[in-house]
């Protein structure tokens, strides 16, 4: 095997290639990891007799438990399976139907082989605490799968719904089975996102393109009010999704909503890389993205600093900026703004089940192969995370259901996915993710160290309550590593998407604000969560009153673009529409 005919592969090389082909196999996942934690919770079981025999016991009770539950089931009264279960029942299993014979039973037996799962991985004396995570990762998704609520024969749910529907509910799911297969053999593409196309339905905030170079384009929102807050607002969003997560239909639309307001906004719109851009490197989205952005709003808006925002990995990009900016003693930045981003990554959360040497290993090895990390790959990754509601939930309504879940906008971005280039995930993932560098002051950015003690701007850091991705105890550890005098943290209810895209005006959303300044005492999260006062629905007009209140007046809206930054077109721009 070679490149070309005159240079063999390295020995690297070839082990690379491996990994790349046998991840086609596993579905990308580093089955060496998981036999690592098993050999090292076999060993540890062994050595530990009174840990054998608690097992051995609860074994049995569990036994019993089911045994028991079978003889009341066969008296012929209706018993739901968690009546008198030991431990936290599933709430799937609470519709009336359960309680019938055999579905009782069959939950029933599931949930004590569920319990005694979890029982056996915990409390192993000497088992590496990242290892017992992994195993529990690893049995979760054995149970999600094994759920008896996923198959047509053993939920009476779906036989009650094919009976009432005469089988037309399985007709309709082979018909959505046929249609997702065909999707998939003509390439993946997402559905059809019919009202929700970027342009048409989404992204339609009016703008122009000011700026366009390999990597970015920048979009400068028209004005909707006579005078507008001195201070543009600089958004940077992750590149692992596209923009218009923050500009989806107009009532959702946190552009919008921020124009509305009276502020100037501009907008980072990224391309989605192509196997070309294999070799694009964190240096690149610092210099070529944020850094040029920043130029371009600064140049558009000359007079006046700018609040920058960054979301996801996009705010730790824009940490890592303005640490730069403030060695540099450059001045642009009035205040920064990070929604559910980590610059701390000691304690990633339920990202961390991919976070390791075999797993990096092996998703570099796939990267390099292909030049970039398809969005379908990073999408699975998340879906594992929460395989019952975003694996299981969905096969069971379009397939033994037969019924699609209607489109929202939402849904339409997260089916518009985007790609990654090798050099600069494998670089966030070893650097960031790995190794921690930002967080320990070795990360380097053009030859010098950042570090984020040289951030001293007003801060406001968002975190969500319910975030799987970026947990709100980990974004809260930026309070820590900066020297903003003037840091407001808030917490809002949500996951990573739902609880930042949640509209001015949402009864269903609550959230916990407090600043603190340099001198105040650091609280731990949970000291935090009980001092921070909660307040009742959306976070969004908090955050802007804080925006207006850290700007310096009203002026008249400043002229889309300028000599050297002209309008290249009608925003949303090329990039967004890039497959």
Known sequence: MSNNSSKP??????????????????????????????????THLAL?????????QHAMERATDTGSFVLQALAGEAVSPAEGFAGK???????????????????????????LMREALDGVSGLNPYHAQLLQFAARMVSDAASPANSLATNPELQALTQEEHGQNLVRGLQHLAEDISRTLAGGEAADPGDFAAGKGVAVTPGKVVFRNELIEVIQYAPTTAQVHAEPVLIVPAWIMKYYILDLSPRNSMVKFLVDQGHTVFMMSWKNPGTDDRNVGMEDYVDKG???????????????????????????????????????????????????????????GELSYFINPGQLATLDATMHRKGVLESKQMGGAFALLRAQDLVWQPLINNYLKG???????????????????????????????MDNELAMNRFEHGGTRVRLSDIRVPMFVVGTEADHVAPWTSVYKVDNLVRSDDMTFLL??????????????????????????????????DEWMEAAPKS????????????????????????????????????????????
Not at 104 to 113: L, M, S
Not at 321 to 347: I, N, P, Y
Request: hydrophobic share 40%; net charge positive; with cysteine.
């Open 536 to 579: 009742e629905g959306s976070w969004w007009p908090a955050w802007q009153g804080w925006l207006a209140a850290h700007s310096t007046g009203q002026v008249k809206p400043p002229a889309m673009g300028n000599k050297t930054y002209k309008a290249l077109e009608d925003a949303p721009g090329q990039y967004i529409l890039q497959r």
């Open 9 to 42: 592969l390295s020995t690297k090389e070839l082990d690379r290639e491996y990994r790349a082909q046998l991840a086609q196999m596993t579905g990308g996942m580093a089955l060496s990891s998981f036999t690592t934690a098993w050999v090292d919770w076999v």
């Open 403 to 433: 019924k699609r879940d209607p489109l929202i906008d939402l849904m339409a971005w997260n089916a518009d996915g985007t790609r990654m280039p090798w050099r600069m995930h494998s670089e966030y993932l070893y650097r960031l993710y």
């Open 89 to 115: 029942a599933e709430k799937r299993f609470d519709n009336q139907a359960w309680s019938q014979f055999p579905f009782n039973v069959v939950a029933r037996a599931y949930q004590n082989n569920q319990a």
């Open 492 to 525: 809002t209810a949500g996951g990573h998407n739902a609880g930042i895209v949640c509209g001015p005006v949402h009864p269903k959303r609550h959230y916990r604000m407090m600043t603190r300044r340099l001198a105040d005492p650091h609280l731990a999260p």
């Open 48 to 56: 530990s007799p009174a840990k054998q025999q608690e097992l051995r």
């Open 290 to 348: 944020l850094r040029a952005a920043i130029d371009a709003v600064s140049a558009i808006v000359p007079k006046y600093k700018m609040h920058a925002v960054g979301y996801c990995i996009g705010g730790t990009l824009l940490t890592i900026g303005a640490a730069a900016l403030g060695r540099a003693k450059d001045e642009r930045l009035a205040s920064v703004t990070m929604f559910a981003a980590q610059v701390d990554f000691s304690e990633p």
